[in-house]
């Protein structure tokens, strides 16, 4: 079955930091380009970073570049996002998903349950 | 930033009839760039539609992609009661990827 499992969310204090991981079971993963998108409480999707299938590259939203990071262990079948300076805005049910293999086509085709980080003192 | 508006905010219907929602980008998007989701509640997103018109695997054929002009449009068909959720329509360009606000789709 092609799965991911979201792990790591809590609550931290602002300021602090936390590290998301994503396990990916049932498929390629090495093949696939990896996002994560986040939903803070009753608002919509918001898309934050995505990575290279190798890890070579990565972007982000603008609204965490230079705090976020995100990387994969291919070895592992895992993808990871770290999060530094975490502020209460970053409140929010965090989703890794896989994009498509598909060339030239940019839709996220597997999604995990979502791992809940709350930032507040 | 691209930025994706999506009209209405909600569609109040009944089950048996026809949904149109609409996505509209600020800047101009590659058909092969746009995508559509259905949220329920507690659920994470599912995947539609993928270039704009293709049904991405599983996705029953009542619902369809399309572009007119400007403007992106997901229909269904004919609404079932599992099809009242919240869709997002999603795009990439210049590196970024961004979601619409989401149209949401109420039982009359």
């Known amino acids: 079955e092609v799965q991911l499992v979201e792990s790591g969310g809590g609550l931290v204090q602002p300021g602090g930091s936390l590290r998301l991981s994503c396990a990916a079971s049932?498929?390629?993963?090495?093949?696939?380009?990896m996002h994560w998108v986040r939903q803070a409480p009753g608002k919509g999707l918001v898309w934050v970073s995505r990575?290279?299938?190798?890890?070579?590259?990565?972007t982000y939203a603008d609204s965490v570049k230079g705090r976020f990071t995100i990387s994969r262990d291919n070895a592992k079948n895992t993808v990871y996002l770290q999060m530094n300076s975490l502020r209460a805005e970053d409140t929010a049910v965090y989703y890794c998903?896989?994009?498509?293999?598909?060339?030239?086509?940019?839709?996220?085709?597997?999604w995990g349950q979502g791992t809940t980080v709350t930032v507040s003192s | 930033e691209i930025v994706l508006t999506q009209s209405p905010g909600t569609l109040s219907l009944s089950p048996g009839e026809r949904a149109t929602l609409t996505c509209r980008a600020t800047?101009?998007?590659?058909?092969?760039?746009l995508a559509w989701y259905q949220q329920k509640p507690g659920q994470a997103p599912r995947l539609l539609i993928y270039?704009?018109?293709g049904r991405a695997t599983g996705i029953p054929d009542r619902f369809s992609g399309s572009v007119s002009g400007p403007d992106f449009i997901l229909t269904i068909s004919r609404l079932e009661p599992e099809d009242f959720a919240v869709y997002y329509c999603?795009?990439?360009?210049?590196?970024?990827?961004?979601f619409g606000p989401g149209t949401k789709v109420d039982i009359k």
């Open positions: 049932g498929f390629s993963f090495s093949s696939h380009w």
């Open positions: 800047e101009s998007v590659s058909s092969s760039y």
């Open positions: 270039g704009a018109s």
């Open positions: 990575i290279h299938r190798d890890g070579s590259s990565s």
């Open positions: 998903a896989r994009e498509q293999l598909l060339s030239g086509n940019y839709g996220m085709d597997v």
């Open positions: 999603q795009q990439y360009g210049s590196s970024q990827f961004t």
